[in-house]
């Protein structure tokens, strides 16, 4: 940026001409002039260009300050003019001059990797092979860094400033030099993506940070803000603790802690904005069960949308998973390991600034051991009877279960319930026709419960109407059995047995009608017989009370003509 630093001895001549011409009465007005030049052309330096003081020693020159503390010593003389020295070559003991921290000499200042997950890599100087990052690799002036998917970095100088990258992101260290004792000159090239910026304010040492992207300057001292930039070359700024200044198309605003920026490629930096508050997260609990984990937020008024990471740090740098849901969505985790981890969310308003980050708020999660998958089909969710089966598969690091039936969703009606239940099958008590609701968890060693199963919804139904059997008729060569029909779409189960208690089946048949017609027995005997009925779901009621019938042993009317055939015989012999 240009130096606005004007020329005193022009002032000086206007003020000297109208001294002269003018009226004592004018004197007052025209220091009041020169002050307020003096004020304000000293304040427009202070914003364009940032310099340090210079305390003069004895035998101390221009030249020699230039040969020691100057990248080129020739610039002594632009040392003269700022200071508006009348005979550049004579300054005296104590004396302070003012130098520009763009002419210091500097000293490359490296950073270290500090922290690095995923796939992260470097580019050094003119090199084309990209690196992969570890712990403790130096990163130094004219290196590129880069951060892929789910990926993240983070890079600490010796000035114990903090640059981190997130996500998908791309940048060059143009610059990373200490001035002597006097000043730290960072300069960051953001390609893609978003940087954060974390600078302590240095004690008794000038520090210039610049974040640069193609459409904006944010620099800084002694701050942490965000420069983010898009796929359309916006930049965003956003401040979280101090102040920066935005540069582009020749103009600067100043971004106080809580307000952000937006620079569209080719356009000057819109009025800062405050950012959004962060969203509340609703429903927080002591600790999480089930998977898919599931967060809601109410954000607050102006956001659009919402940015939720969970990490395994209270600074947001170890990240398992991150999303941006639109205002009143959910933020998912469908599969997450045993833990401890951190939630940390923030708003994003209309312009895509995104706002104050909430305190990191503790997520406690086990989900081990894992609910069990109940056996059932769903043609099986209404049982017949005035009882229950279920059963379900083992889990792994379970040790027993927890059984719950309810009257009531909710489970506040509850029927029946069992803990440390060791068996992977259950059968209900004898209960009331109707609507109940069954689920299940798992018990570990150390007495932990894991989460719920699915609620299972069943209904305890009346079996299907018992048909009573009317007395069956026989005849001569035919029985004729009948029974009561029960209703339309009702099938029948018949069966005939040669002892009451139907050990024995002799016939087994489902049967449209309620009747049939059976060709007669030739076996003499006792013959009983009984139906149930089936409703259209397959499911059979209890059988009739067993009715009976004899078949009588008929007249021996062969043996009796053999007998006589016998004695005819013998009456010829004799």
């Known amino acids: 940026m240009k130096s606005k630093y004007y020329n005193i001895s022009i002032a000086l001549d206007f003020f000297k001409i109208h001294n002269k011409i003018s009226s004592l009465i004018l004197l007052p007005f025209f220091s009041l002039f020169f002050f307020i030049f003096i004020c304000i052309n000293n304040y427009t330096l202070a914003i364009d260009e940032q310099f340090i003081e210079y305390r003069v020693n004895k035998k101390d020159c221009l030249i020699k300050i230039g040969k020691r503390i100057l990248t080129d010593p020739s610039k002594w003389r632009e040392i003269a003019k700022i200071n508006r020295l009348k005979d550049p070559y004579i300054i005296r003991p104590e004396q302070m001059l003012i130098v520009p921290i763009r002419l210091l000499k500097g000293s490359p200042m490296d950073g270290t990797v500090t922290f690095v997950k995923g796939e992260t890599f470097v580019k050094r100087g003119d090199d084309k092979q990209w690196e992969r990052l570890k712990l403790g690799d130096k990163i130094s002036k004219g290196d590129t860094l880069k951060t892929e998917d789910k990926s993240t970095l983070e890079i600490c100088f010796e000035d114990k400033s903090i640059l981190f990258m997130r996500p998908s992101t791309l940048l060059t260290i143009d610059n990373s030099e200490k ?15 978003k940087a954060i910026s974390n600078i302590k304010s240095a004690t008794g040492t000038e520090s210039r940070h610049e974040v640069i992207t193609p459409s904006a300057i944010a620099s800084a001292r002694g701050t942490e803000f965000r420069v983010s930039i898009d796929e359309k ?5 956003e401040v979280v603790d101090g102040k920066i200044f935005v540069y582009a198309q020749n103009v600067q605003v100043e971004v106080k802690k809580g307000e952000g920026t937006i620079v569209e490629l080719g356009a000057k930096p819109i009025k800062p904005v405050p950012l959004a508050k962060p969203p509340k997260l609703i429903d927080i609990r002591p600790i999480y069960k089930d998977i898919p984990l599931v967060f809601s937020f109410e954000p607050e008024e102006g956001t659009k949308a919402i940015r939720a990471v969970l990490t395994k740090d209270k600074d947001g740098k170890d990240i398992i998973f991150e999303d941006t849901v639109k205002a009143g969505e959910r933020f998912i985790i469908s599969n997450l390991d045993d833990g401890l981890y951190y939630l940390i969310i923030s708003g994003i308003d209309a312009l895509g600034l995104e706002g104050e980050q909430q305190e990191a708020i503790t997520i406690k999660f086990r989900a081990n051991p894992l609910p069990p998958f109940i056996k059932i089909k769903d043609e099986d969710l209404e ?42 099958k259950y059968k209900t008590g004898t209960m009331e026709y109707g609507q109940y609701y069954f689920r299940i968890c798992s018990q570990a060693f150390d007495g932990y419960e894991g989460g719920w199963s699915n609620t299972v919804r069943f209904k305890l139904i009346p079996p299907p109407p018992i048909p009573p059997m009317e007395k069956p008729s026989v005849g001569k060569d035919s029985i004729f059995l009948k029974w009561r029909h029960v209703g339309e779409g009702i099938t029948y189960h018949f069966q005939m047995a040669s002892d009451e208690s139907f050990k024995e089946i002799i016939m087994d048949k489902k049967l449209e009608k309620s009747e049939i017609i059976l060709k007669r027995p030739k076996e003499p005997g006792i013959y009983y017989v009984r139906t ?5 779901k397959g499911r059979e009621g209890s059988f009739s009370l067993p009715q009976s019938f004899e078949i009588e042993r008929g007249f021996p009317y062969e043996a009796l003509g053999i007998i006589m055939g016998l004695g005819a015989i013998s009456l010829m012999l004799f």
């Open 532 to 536: 149930s009925s089936i409703d259209k």
């Open 179 to 193: 001035k002597g004792i006097f000043a730290i000159v960072k300069s960051i090239n953001l390609k893609a993506g």
């Open 383 to 424: 049982f017949v009877g005035k009882s229950a089966e279920f059963s379900w598969l083992k889990v792994k690091d379970a040790v027993s279960y927890h059984i719950q039936i309810a009257r009531d969703e909710k489970f506040e009606n509850m029927i029946e319930e069992k803990k440390d239940y060791k068996d992977l």
């Open 233 to 237: 070359v916006t930049t965003r700024s």
